[in-house]
């Protein structure tokens, strides 16, 4: 076994439930949700890909985080990646060239059959025209060989841009052209923008998938497991009871209970309560949600609490701009203020405006915080 095995928790019973789902037949894909860091991603990695490939899945994985405006990079790197012939990989290169000024002949891209040419005047247009061939073309020589399980990590990105809606359609097309040797497995950590990808009647991936389903998060074998692993490696105990208290207090993310035992093993004379601090203080730190508060001006303040309460507001309205001028206590208060106002939470990554309108949280957990404990001005 790996030294970095020794402190991951498998669940098997889980990878093969997935596992059973997808190839009961009646299911192409699924998609679940689960908050960051509560151990999707090592699953997906760890527990559900080399369960697959044990039967017989050529498995990919593409993180959409890497690349969260341009999800559809990430996507084809992935894809790309495996250990495919040289040959392939520059003739296919070679055959969807940006350079390529139209398409002749006839082609199905994003759910749509075109036929005869295509001027691609448009950079943007060539480059989602190019990016859906690729993924048809890459999914169909890797669906010719053996079954795939492709695994799409933040697919929520697919939701951030036209260029992500674009991606979709071309997926949702592949799901279809390549039902039955392609299985997907969504995966995101926002819910309201999960939903704007899969559930939203507008959505690209509507009805593509089946209903959000909810990641089951760690639990007490988890805590069991921590306990039984320290005991090995230190001959030393620690009292469950307190350790299931401070992964309730974690939010049942397994790295911040990790760490207070790796603390514990390194330093043993400190106090389990003040390793838990420790982390807490670490945890708040990293999310950081005061600091971006304090750092937003009384507008955004204002703006962001409105997203907090609906998404679907309408900012620009009459009745919307005369609450926030009595809100702030002034008089004066133009649309060109409020569009630089939403331009800035933009570009800091607060909060973001989807292709539908909507507005949406970077991190859901701001977004809890905000609802809980920004209550007041």
């Known amino acids: 076994m790996k030294l970095t095995e020794l402190w991951h928790f498998p669940r098997p019973d889980l990878a093969n439930a997935y596992l059973a789902a997808l190839n009961s037949g009646i299911l192409a894909s699924l998609t679940i949700f689960a908050p960051r860091r509560t151990g999707k991603t090592v699953f997906l990695r760890q527990d559900l890909t080399p369960a697959a490939q044990q039967m017989g899945y050529h498995v990919v994985y593409a993180d959409l985080w890497q690349t ?17 012939p040289d040959t392939f990989a520059k003739k296919l290169k070679a055959k969807l060239a940006p350079s390529v000024k139209s398409l002749r002949g006839k082609a199905e891209i ?35 060989r053996k079954p795939v399980l492709l695994l799409v990590d933040e697919a929520q990105s697919l939701g951030r841009s036209e260029e992500g809606e674009d991606v979709a359609r071309a997926l949702r097309t592949s799901l279809t052209k390549y039902r039955d040797n392609l299985r997907v497995v969504f995966t995101g950590s926002s819910r309201t923008q999960l939903g704007h990808v899969f559930t939203d009647t507008r959505a690209p991936l509507y009805s593509a998938a089946n209903p959000l389903q ?21 001959s ?15 939010h049942r993310r397994p790295e911040p209970l990790l760490e207070v035992a790796i603390t514990l093993m390194m330093q043993p004379r400190m106090s389990f309560d003040t390793a838990v601090a420790l982390q807490l203080d670490k945890l708040a730190g990293a999310e950081g949600h005061e600091t971006t508060w304090d750092g937003l001006s009384a507008l955004e303040r204002l703006l962001v609490r409105e997203v907090a309460g609906n998404p679907l507001f309408r900012p620009f309205s009459r009745e919307a701009m005369a609450s926030f001028r009595k809100q702030l206590g002034i008089e004066a208060l133009g649309a060109t203020q409020v569009q630089r106002a939403l331009g800035r939470l933009a570009s800091n990554g607060v909060v973001v405006k989807s292709p539908r309108d909507a507005y949406e949280f970077e991190n859901e957990n701001f977004a809890s915080w905000v609802r809980n404990m920004a209550g007041t001005p």
């Open 68 to 84: 969260r405006q341009t999800p559809g990079a990430a996507l084809l790197h992935a894809l790309e990646a495996p250990a495919e």
């Open 236 to 250: 030393r105990k620690l009292n469950e009871k307190k350790l299931q208290a401070a992964f309730a207090q974690f």
């Open 110 to 144: 994003a759910g749509t059959s075109i036929e005869g040419a295509i001027e691609l005047n448009d950079d943007k247009k060539r480059a989602a025209t190019a990016a859906a061939l690729r993924l048809d073309e890459l999914l169909g020589e890797l669906t010719r």
């Open 214 to 234: 909810d990641f089951p998060l760690l639990d007490e074998a988890f805590v069991q497991f921590v306990a039984k692993r320290f005991t090995a490696a230190t």
